[in-house]
């Protein structure tokens, strides 16, 4: 399997702030790397695919980057809404695996 | 607008058979290029896949859990459905589905989730 490891685990954020996630994998998965926004007792959302474009109806404030094996997620002016978890996940091979997450708390 | 929603018993046995149901409105499941998919949470934990299953039946499924996992469509009612058998406490989690959108003609990201359903192990 393809371990997927993001970094920090969690981080404090103040509205306004530039944050960046990092995610990496174990081996080479060319861009077949997506990233997820959830919130508590929600279901996960799409954020990113193809590691940099953007899904449909998602702020331009949420871009992502990377390819290979480091890949990053970057919120450029964090909203109050954006406090949540970050999961990145691999569509490469199977199975799709996901990273443990990043929670963005409120400074 | 596409609409998934999970139904299914909340609470199963030890040793039985666990079988979620995913309704999808607004769109057809039979729809070319599209995957559907299972993936779980544990309280409190990540995200694990499950397993999907292609417009046209093509199914492919996480090694850990295949020997225990079904992956079923129902074109008939607009419906995918979950089966996972001898289950255990290790089963206990939230269960979602959701739609796979294709890249290069292949299952790619997780675009449209249900809620999400919980599911309990006790006898």
């Known amino acids: 399997d393809i371990q997927m490891t993001q970094s920090p685990s969690s981080l404090s954020a103040s509205v306004g702030d530039r944050v960046t996630i990092t995610c990496r994998a174990s081996?080479?998965?060319?861009?077949?790397l997506n990233w997820y926004q959830q919130k508590p007792g929600m279901a996960p959302k799409l954020l990113i695919h193809?590691?940099?474009s953007l899904q449909s109806g998602v702020p331009s404030r949420f871009s992502g980057s990377g390819s290979g094996t480091q890949f990053t997620l970057t919120v450029s002016g964090l909203q109050p809404e954006d406090f949540a978890t970050y999961y990145c996940?691999?569509?490469?091979?199977?199975?799709?695996?996901f990273g443990q997450g990043t929670k963005v708390e409120i400074k | 607008q596409v609409h998934l929603q999970e139904s299914g018993p909340g609470v199963v046995k030890p040793s039985q058979t666990l079988s979620l149901t995913c309704t999808v409105s607004?769109?057809?499941?039979?729809?070319?290029?599209?995957?559907w998919t299972w993936i779980r949470q544990h309280s409190g934990k990540g995200l694990e896949w499950i397993g999907y299953?292609?417009?046209?039946?093509?199914?492919r499924y996480n090694p850990s859990l295949k020997s225990r996992v079904t992956i079923s469509l129902d074109t008939s009612k607009n419906q995918f459905s979950l089966n996972l058998s001898s289950v255990t406490d290790a089963d206990a989690a939230v269960y979602y589905c959701?739609?796979?959108?294709?890249?290069?003609?292949?299952?790619?990201?997780?675009?449209?989730w249900g809620q999400g359903t919980r599911v309990t192990v006790s006898s």
């Open positions: 959701a739609r796979v959108i294709p890249r290069d003609s292949f299952p790619d990201a997780f675009d449209i």
């Open positions: 607004g769109g057809s499941i039979s729809s070319d290029g599209y995957y």
């Open positions: 299953i292609s417009y046209s039946g093509f199914t």
């Open positions: 081996q080479n998965i060319v861009t077949y």
């Open positions: 193809a590691a940099s």
């Open positions: 996940q691999q569509s490469y091979i199977i199975p799709r695996t």
